[in-house]
T-cell receptor, first 111, second 116 residues
Framework: AQSVTQPDIHITVSEGASLELRCNYS??????LFWYVQSPGQGLQLLLK??????LVQGIKGFEAEFKRSQSSFNLRKPSVHWSDAAEYFC?????????FGAGTRLAVHP | DSGVTQTPKHLITATGQRVTLRCSPR?????VYWYQQSLDQGLQFLIQ???????AKGNILERFSAQQFPDLHSELNLSSLELGDSALYFC???????????????FGPGTRLTVL
């Protein structure tokens, strides 16, 4: 069955520190992978996506993610976190006609 | 701003009632998807429409129904509401019908439903 696991429910980092949010997926075929961000009271904003090709993808707001087929992972990274990055982050895998989401990782940023 | 609009933003109603949530997709998008976000279930896919036709069904209750109109806007109807239906309901849209994989879905701001 298709599924997405985000092992970290909460992560706290200091402003300016680097960030890595983990995502593991289970999918039978070539996965279509996404990261979305949800700020408090807001909808879901697409950060980046992987469909094929280069396994390192760049997104908005300085985020990047690396697809590793051997590890079934699609981790999100940012070299230097800003206070405005505090939000909830969702990894998703594209199944037939739908997205399957992980439980989300809530990011807190200390000044 | 994704270009997907949802109304109303908030909805408070009582158990047993029926409500309608409305979604307008991005200009040019033919597919509309509905998702439910709750504390216990997370983000769950409910249903997809493509150019007026139902294309995929997820964990949608029989008390819930949806449709997509000729102008491509969609409505999600929730009836016989229960306390557990309280959640954030998102609409998303995409260009294609998602056959063979999926294309990028853009999400609206959501409708927060509170059932008292």
């Amino acid at each position: 069955a298709q599924s997405v696991t985000q092992p970290d429910i909460h992560i706290t980092v200091s402003e300016g520190a680097s960030l890595e949010l983990r995502c593991n997926y289970s999918y039978g075929a070539t996965p279509y992978l996404f990261w979305y961000v949800q700020s408090p009271g807001q909808g879901l904003q697409l950060l980046l996506k992987y469909f094929s090709g280069d396994t390192l993808v760049q997104g908005i707001k300085g985020f990047e993610a690396e697809f590793k087929r051997s590890q079934s992972s699609f981790n999100l990274r940012k070299p230097s976190v800003h206070w405005s990055d505090a939000a909830e982050y969702f990894c998703a895998v594209g199944g037939y006609n739908k997205l399957i989401f992980g439980a989300g990782t809530r990011l807190a940023v200390h000044p | 701003d994704s270009g997907v609009t949802q109304t109303p933003k908030h909805l408070i109603t009582a158990t047993g009632q029926r409500v309608t949530l409305r979604c307008s997709p991005r200009s040019g998008d033919l597919s509309v998807y509905w998702y439910q976000q709750s504390l216990d279930q997370g983000l769950q896919f409910l249903i997809q429409y493509y150019n007026g036709e139902e294309r995929a069904k997820g964990n949608i209750l029989e008390r819930f129904s949806a449709q997509q109109f000729p102008d491509l806007h969609s409505e999600l109807n929730l009836s016989s509401l229960e306390l557990g239906d309280s959640a954030l309901y998102f609409c998303a849209s995409s260009v294609y019908q998602g056959t063979g994989g999926t294309d990028t879905q853009y999400f609206g701001p959501g409708t927060r439903l509170t059932v008292l």
